[in-house]
């Protein structure tokens, strides 16, 4: 399999001495959509800076499909599409015009540039807009209308900082579509978000970011088998008795709703066997927490943790 992205031993250190990244390394394979987690301030931004040319890193290797950055940063550049987290389109020019223009950049023929940026505002819901000032679209619009642009030079890696911020459920689902759709076309993806749910979706692997270190990079099924009780909660057909609250050791949420933690060791046939001798239907069954939200937030808070220690040792 082909190499996509290989980050080797990556440091930054900015002039205020915050070290941003530690040694960091990474290895992304071509084709993938990859998910790169970390809370604020982790040195992910840092990161996909560098990998974009924007910042400068101290010392380290970036290499894009055999390129190296510090000796083919050109060539690197014209690999990658980046969607940023911020607006930082011409709001007052309109979106053909911006796809358009953003072409020109990479030495796209008008041409062929008006028919890519019509391919793309269709498949990203744009088409009726393309005439519209840009300022007056709506946020989920304007953060289509990012990846858009980011398409433009059709890049092999396309880096995605945060892309469904702000948007309602709907158009998230809608630009998850699009992304796997690409995905599916050959282009590599790396995710970054704080909709963990996203990564779960479309990601099969994972590297979790804190402190300017790789903590965790493992696959997404791998990272929640390692979660040892999950906390369900079950919507019933009637309103549940004393006896079995107690046989499950459950609470009440709501009306005919009982949440119960159930370890891995235990089969969750066992508990709908459970909930049926006592003349129960059970409605519905559903995590009360997002899997990869929780995982996420202990093994940071752990990081943190042995980083204590480790200063008080």
């Known amino acids: 399999m082909t190499t996509a992205l290989k980050v080797s031993n990556l440091k930054k250190t900015y002039k205020n001495g915050t070290v941003a990244l530690k040694g960091l390394d990474l290895t992304v394979q071509s084709g993938e959509i990859f998910a790169l987690l970390g809370p604020n301030g982790a040195g992910k931004s840092t990161l996909i800076g560098i990998i974009s040319s924007l910042v400068n890193a101290t010392s380290g290797d970036v290499e894009v499909y055999g390129d ?39 030495g796209v023929p008008r041409k062929a540039a008006i028919e890519r940026a019509e391919k793309y505002l269709k498949q990203l819901q744009l088409w009726d807009k393309k005439e519209t000032i840009s300022r007056s679209l709506s946020g989920g619009m304007k953060r289509r209308l990012m990846i858009a642009r980011a398409m433009m030079n059709e890049p092999k890696l396309l880096i995605l900082d ?35 749910e996203e990564a779960e979706q479309l990601c099969k692997n994972i590297a979790i970011i804190n402190h300017g270190e790789i903590i965790k990079n493992t696959t997404i099924k791998q990272l929640l088998s390692t979660l040892d009780i999950e906390t369900f909660i079950f919507d019933l057909d ?26 891995k060791s235990k089969a969750l046939n066992d508990v709908f066997k459970s909930i049926d001798g006592l003349g129960y239907k059970v409605l519905s069954m559903r995590n009360k927490v997002n899997r990869l939200e929780e995982l996420f937030y202990k093994m940071t808070h752990k990081s943190e943790d042995q980083k204590e220690m480790e200063n008080q040792s």
């Open 68 to 106: 190296c950055l510090t000796k083919q940063r050109n060539k690197v550049k014209s690999h990658i599409g980046l969607v940023p987290q911020e607006f930082n389109f011409n709001m007052f020019e309109k979106p053909m015009d911006i796809l358009v223009n953003q072409a020109g950049y990479y």
């Open 162 to 196: 945060e892309p469904t911020a702000g948007v309602d459920i709907e158009i998230r689902r809608s630009m998850w579509e699009f992304v796997q759709q690409i995905s599916d076309a050959g282009t590599t993806i790396i995710l970054t978000t704080h909709y963990l």
């Open 238 to 263: 009637k309103n549940p008795s004393e006896e079995l609250l107690k046989l499950l050791d459950a609470e009440i949420t709501e009306d005919n709703s009982i949440q119960l933690d159930v370890h």
